[in-house]
Nanobody, 124 residues
Framework: QVQLVESGGGLVQAGGSLRLSCAYS????????MGWFRQAPGKEREFVAA????????YYADIVKGRFTISRDNAKNTVYLQMNSLKPEDTAVYYC?????????????????WGQGTQVTVSS
């Protein structure tokens, strides 16, 4: 059984940084592509970033490109989301998820397992 546990959320001022972590347990971590999504109140869940199982390829939503960086450490079974230059509109619950579907990593339906989420609040 795959389990994902996010951590690192919190309250930060606009322009600040946070680093989210997602600890994975279950089958071989490197077999899974990993993604970060977020959901703000009253809005649909949206794609933020994804990384392939080997870490070779990364993908970003246009609204975070250049500010956020996704990475993974397969030896630690962990995926990270470094968030810089945060804006109030980045406020949301952030979720990590795992997928075996290489071709649809920007789409939430491609992901099989999800964490419980961690709240990120950016004050102006």
């Amino acid at each position: 059984q795959v389990q994902l546990v996010e951590s690192g959320g919190g309250l930060v001022q606009a322009g600040g940084s946070l680093r989210l972590s997602c600890a994975y347990s279950g089958r071989t971590f490197a077999s899974y592509h990993m993604g970060w999504f977020r959901q703000a109140p009253g809005k649909e869940r949206e794609f933020v970033a994804a990384v392939t199982g080997s870490g070779t390829y990364t993908y970003y939503a246009d609204i975070v490109k250049g500010r956020f960086t996704i990475s993974r450490d397969n030896a630690k079974n962990t995926v990270y989301l470094q968030m810089n230059s945060l804006k109030p509109e980045d406020t949301a619950v952030y979720y990590c998820a795992s997928s075996t579907n290489t071709y649809r990593l920007r789409n939430a339906v491609a992901y099989d397992y999800w964490g419980q989420g961690t709240q990120v609040t950016v004050s102006s």
